[in-house]
């Protein structure tokens, strides 16, 4: 009775019992409500394995009849058809009882998830229709980027050929803006794979010294235009093990952050020195922050 009181308490949830060959001796009241059928139904030998979803059958009867066997609790998510051929997600817990000179039996509670299915499935199409949005709009921005660079670079050699300075410098402008655009659609990109657990990292020998003398090279033309002194150091020779393009993001980003808060005239540092088996990278400004 107190078993009885305990499952029949809880919503969207069946407890129930079966003997070795999984045919029930107790169902509660919530499972014909739950999957329309009548008690008498429930108590069918093969009721297990008429109504579960054949993609599951042979799974959860292998977790059920493992439970009896050896006494212990088990758990799976499955599905099973409702009487009127509604697909009904339920996580079921079963716990084996079986002790000398009594019967085995397999005590359950099945709780009905079908809601949480369904908002997983929703939210796993809505990731899905993201991701492709994102392609698309990342490759209908880099065409028209792709264009802007190239005649940039045009404007560049014919500024240089005709040495009209103030020409060269705007054309220098539109190339770092477009380098800058295509950076930004980039970490667009790694962001929805960070989001989906599917960014790849490669791991490569880099000279530390390499690495940063080309991070500041990138950001030197931007430092110039607003006066700020642009250094870098590195203590030593140092051999990196990790992902160039990932860290040229990564350092891209701090020093963009450190030119675009610190005042005219200003400075940004940035050093690369051993500690233990890692290397620390400082970046360092004379802004506000």
Do not use: C
């Not at 802007?148 to 539109?174: M, N, P, V, W």
């Not at 690495?211 to 006066?227: I, N, T």
Request: proline fraction near 3%.
């Amino acid at each position: 009775r107190r078993y009885r009181k305990l499952v029949e308490a809880i919503d969207h949830a069946t407890g129930w019992t079966t003997d070795d060959t999984l045919r029930f001796s107790f169902v509660s009241q919530q499972a014909p409500s739950i999957l329309g059928y009548s008690m008498q139904q429930f108590l069918e030998p093969s009721f297990w394995s008429d109504h579960l979803h054949p993609e599951d059958r042979e799974a959860v009867l292998a977790v059920f009849h493992r439970a009896v066997a050896d006494g212990i609790v088990l758990g799976a998510d499955h599905r099973l058809f409702a009487s009127d051929g509604r697909t009904v997600w339920f996580h079921t817990a079963v716990s084996g009882d079986s002790t000398p000179d009594v019967p085995a039996e397999l005590h359950g509670i099945s709780v009905d998830i079908s809601d949480l299915k369904r908002a997983e499935v929703e939210a796993q199409h809505a990731t899905h229709v993201r991701e492709q949005l994102l392609a698309i709009v990342a490759h209908d921005l880099r065409n028209p980027l792709s264009s802007i660079r190239t005649s940039g670079e045009l404007l560049a050699r014919i500024a240089a050929s005709t040495r009209d300075q103030r020409a060269e410098k705007t054309a220098q402008t539109i190339i770092r803006s477009a380098e800058r655009m295509d950076r930004l659609i980039k970490d667009l990109l790694d962001f929805a794979l960070i989001e989906a657990e599917r960014l790849n990292i490669e791991h490569v020998a880099i000279h530390a010294e390499e690495l940063l003398h080309e991070s500041l090279e990138l950001f030197k033309p931007f430092a110039e235009e607003k006066g700020i002194q642009l250094a870098g150091h590195a203590s030593e020779a140092l051999q990196l093990d990790g992902d160039r393009d990932r860290l040229l993001q990564i350092l891209s980003n701090l020093l963009g952050n450190a030119i675009k808060f610190t005042p005219q005239g200003g400075s940004v540092a940035m050093q690369n020195e051993r500690s233990g088996n890692e290397a620390t990278v400082a970046i360092s400004d004379s802004g506000p922050g």
